[in-house]
């Protein structure tokens, strides 16, 4: 399945390598929405749907699974490198996906659980809130022609393991200024600092698949 935000197109193969590979059908520009009900209708348990790893693969991958289908979602990069040496298209993109993965070595993506999900939706929103709330302060110290030093941090975050008692730290840190400027009375050379933002950085891991 070569997946888009609201198409898709479907190739159906059958067989066990490349060279015994056989497309049965092809299916192009179908509704991305409509996509459990043509799995319902067309394909059982035995079958085994492929796709390439996207901005919606793992939901699609999800609606699959609720039905009880058998889904994998491969890693992009790995299916990629096939369509660098010709003209490629959606038809081709998908009747691809399942030929690479018919080859035996293509890397699998793990697709989170819910949960894990909402975390990195969470972590995303705030990765994206910081730095908007940065890049603003930044333009508005430019308008004035101030220019911080490398050590200057425009962000204090709390200390780990605080997050629980937000409301008692919520005071404290819009009471306590969040831009520290050197004095012009300190020798040159000194600088000020403050505690930077643990490194929360979203991370993955990936399967193998036979």
């Not at 059982?44 to 699959?64: I, K, Q, W």
């Not at 096939?82 to 490629?88: L, M, Q, R």
């Not at 959606?90 to 690479?100: N, P, W």
């Not at 430019?142 to 050590?151: M, T, V």
Request: glycine share 6%.
């Amino acid at each position: 399945m070569d997946c888009h935000p609201d198409t898709f197109t479907a190739a159906v193969v059958r067989g066990s390598t490349p060279h015994d590979a056989t497309r049965l059908s092809l299916h192009a520009d179908m509704s991305l929405a409509k996509s459990p009900d043509w799995a319902a209708q067309g394909f059982t348990m035995d079958d085994l749907f492929l796709m390439e790893a996207g901005s919606n693969s793992f939901e699609v991958h999800r609606r699959l699974v609720d039905l009880g289908m058998r889904a994998v979602v491969m890693e992009s990069c790995h299916v990629g490198k096939h369509a660098k040496s010709y003209a490629d298209n959606d038809k081709m993109a998908a009747e691809r996906i399942a030929l690479v993965f018919l080859q035996g070595n293509a890397p699998c993506v793990w697709v989170p659980d819910p949960v894990t999900g909402e975390r990195r939706e969470l972590l995303h929103a705030y990765t994206k809130a910081h730095t908007a709330a940065t890049n603003g302060l930044q333009g508005y110290l430019n308008q004035s022609a101030i220019r911080l030093g490398n050590a200057t941090r425009l962000w204090r975050a709390p200390a780990c393991g605080s997050w629980g008692n937000a409301s008692g730290r919520r005071s404290s840190a819009i009471s306590s200024p969040i831009i520290s400027t050197p004095s012009p009375c300190r020798r040159r050379g000194a600088r000020s600092s403050c505690a930077s933002s643990p490194d929360r950085s979203p991370r993955s891991r990936a399967c193998s698949c036979a």
